[in-house]
C-alpha cells in the first residue's frame, strides 16, 4: 500500500492520462468542454496572474477562460498551455508574407510605368498585406479600379506597351460569365497582347479567397441570389451589416485573420505570383 497520495485530493483534477500539452495560438480553434462553446482564439492575455484566452464564434461573439484542462482540440482532449516563447530570430534574410526571401537594406524601388490593377479597395489591400515587400522592392504599384465595367477603355487610356504593361486581376472570372465576355474584348484591343495580361479567381469576392479554416468556420456561407452577397456574409456571421462602414468593419475583421500566403486559397496565390512574373520579368 502507497502512502504518497494520502491526505487532501483535487478531485476536480483529471485522471492521470497524460493529455497533449498544445501551446495556445492565435486563430486556434477550440471547444471548452464544460460550456460547449466553440471559436477561435483571438486574444490571449495574463490577468490576475493566471493567463485567459478569448474564443470568438462564427457570430462574432466571444467569451473567455482560464487555459488548463476542458478543451478540445479537433476533437481531441488537450491541456491548453500559454504561448510558446518566441524564437530568436534566425541568422540571415527572414520571410515576407508572401513567402519570399526579405530583402535586407533595400529601400523601395521609384514606382515603375507597370501597374497591377484590382477590382476594389478590398482586394488592394489584401494584395498589399501579402505581396506589399515585394512589390516595394520590384516598384509595382496596386491601383483598385472599383469594377470592371469600363476596363476597356481604361486599358485603353493607359496605353500598355513594352515596359508599360498592365496585370489585371478580376473576380469571379469563369467562363461564360461578364467578366469572361470583358477580359476578352480587352484582349483583342490593340497594344493589349504581350503587354497586358488578365487574370483571376472564381469567387464572387476575394473575401471567400480568405481560407475559411483561418476564420474558424468549417466553409463560407452560401448567399442566396438578389441579396447583396458582402451584406448576406455579415449577417450569417452574426455581424453588423447595415452601412458601408459596418461592411468597412467587417472587412477589416477578415483581413486581420491574414497574417501570410498560407491563409489564402490556392486559386488567388497562383494569379498574383502570375501577374507579378509578368510584369517583373523581362
Known sequence: MSYQNWGPQDLSAPAKTQLPEVPVERGMVLEEVQSGWVGAVTRVEKSGGMHVVSLEDRRGKSRSFRLGF??????????????????????????????SVRVAGQRAQVAKASRIWVEGKHDAELVEKVWGDDLR???IVVEPLHGIDDLAAAVAEFRPGPGRRLGVLVDH?????KESRIADAVMASPGAAGNVLIVGHPYVDVWQAIRPAVLGI????????????KTGILTAFGWPHSTKEDIGLGWQ??????RSYADLEA????????????????
Open 70 to 99: 476542458g478543451f478540445l482540440l479537433e476533437g481531441q482532449p488537450i491541456r491548453l498551455m500559454p504561448p510558446a516563447p518566441k524564437a530568436a530570430p534566425a541568422a540571415g534574410p527572414g520571410r515576407t508574407a508572401s513567402g
Open 253 to 258: 475583421k477578415l483581413l486581420g485573420a491574414v
Open 173 to 177: 472570372l469563369v467562363p461564360d460569365s
Open 137 to 139: 522592392v520590384e516598384g
Open 267 to 282: 486559386s488567388l496565390l497562383g494569379r498574383v505570383e502570375e501577374v507579378i512574373d509578368f510584369l517583373t520579368v523581362p
Open 218 to 229: 468549417e466553409r463560407w456561407p452560401v448567399i442566396p441570389r438578389g441579396v447583396d452577397w
